[in-house]
């Protein structure tokens, strides 16, 4: 992921008994799928380190915010598989955003990531300080996405399958080695969320 690409960023909580189903169709149907797709270049998928959430977070890195709105992409919304259908419905507290990673401090991937979620101003401020964050010890990156709200909000026949979707403006992802780097970062920089470690896939086309 580097300045100037695509990204699409979606969180989603999964009940206890739906996670085996839910880790099976993402990691051997979902993202191969999505990776098919002419724009979808690469996805990491993380867990929430709190042990009481069943929280994922999935990021893709896309050539361009563009894809977000494909004839492609969309098509294959508007067409979710027999085990989409089944497990978009089971999704809980689901976030998701599109758009452009505006700017991208340090060259790593880390295994622990903290999506902050800000509004407009906040990004503002943020992106002021991305570079001390990436600057620290054990942090490999900080990252800026913004979202495109058109794209975001196409209404496809997968969507209508969830309730309760919302979205978001900018994500500050900051990306370290180890989760103490990451949570004494976010401590000192004010900047609160929920840690996510690597799990599942790491996955490109």
């Known amino acids: 992921m580097k300045a100037g690409q695509g990204f699409l960023a979606i969180w989603s909580d999964v009940a206890p008994e739906r996670e085996t189903d839910y880790l099976h169709w993402l990691t051997r149907e ?9 724009g979808f270049l690469a996805v990491r998928v993380f867990r929430s380190r709190a042990a009481a959430v069943r929280r994922y977070f999935i990021l893709y890195t896309l050539t361009e915010s563009g894809v977000m709105g494909s004839p492609a992409y969309v098509e294959r919304l508007n067409a979710p598989t027999p085990w989409s259908q089944r497990i978009m419905p089971m999704l809980g507290n689901f976030q998701r955003g599109g758009g452009t990673v505006t700017a991208r ?5 880390g295994a622990v990531v903290a999506p902050v979620l800000l509004d407009g101003n906040e990004a503002l401020q943020t992106s002021i300080r991305a570079a001390e964050v990436a600057a620290h010890d054990r942090l490999v990156a ?8 058109a794209g975001t909000a196409i209404r496809t026949n997968e969507k209508s399958l969830r309730t309760g979707d919302r979205s978001f403006d900018t994500l500050l992802l900051a990306e370290a080695v180890d989760a103490d780097a990451l949570t004494s970062v976010l401590g000192e920089f004010e900047l609160f969320d929920q840690v996510f470690a690597l799990d599942k896939a790491q996955l490109t086309s």
Do not use: C, M, W, Y
């Not at 401090?105 to 991937?109: A, I, Y």
């Open 30 to 38: 979902h993202t191969q799928e999505r990776l098919s797709i002419p």
């Open 142 to 149: 900080a990252s800026l996405l913004a979202v495109d709200g």
């Open 105 to 109: 401090l340090g060259s790593g991937f």
